[in-house]
């Protein structure tokens, strides 16, 4: 009998927003060398992977509940409260959009990931 050792772990909301903040790193000296928060862009490919961009939510709408913030990067609980912001006065919930989060998986391509020095 295996061990749970050797069952593939599933991601969390959590894990794979630490994955799509790693994901397509545009080298600009960012002070961020923890890549603890995410860009706006990587939060539009997050949403376009699981199909939810130019479907659900256009990317004026990203834009405009990202600004609010006033910042360039957020952090997992902003990521949160921004999921909250997007899903305002739309008939899918924010837990719907957390599973097709979920759903969509790692990064395209995440072992392409761009380390900033």
């Known amino acids: 009998m295996a061990d749970d050792d050797d069952k593939p772990k599933k991601h969390t909301l959590e894990s794979l927003f630490h994955l799509y903040a790693n994901n397509i790193v545009v080298s600009m000296e960012l002070d961020n060398e923890d890549y603890d928060c995410i860009l706006l ?3 539009d490919y997050w949403l ?6 130019r479907t659900t939510f256009t990317l004026t709408e990203t834009g405009l509940a990202y600004m609010e913030f ?3 990067r957020l952090d997992f609980e902003e990521f949160l ?3 909250e912001k997007i899903c305002e006065g739309k008939i899918i919930t924010v837990d719907e959009v957390k599973t097709l989060l979920l759903e969509a998986g790692v990064p395209a391509g995440s072992s392409d990931v761009v380390v900033v020095k």
Do not use: G, N
């Open 70 to 72: 006033r910042k360039w």
């Open 81 to 83: 409260d921004f999921l």
């Open 41 to 43: 862009s990587q939060i």
């Open 48 to 53: 376009e992977q699981a199909k939810l961009l």
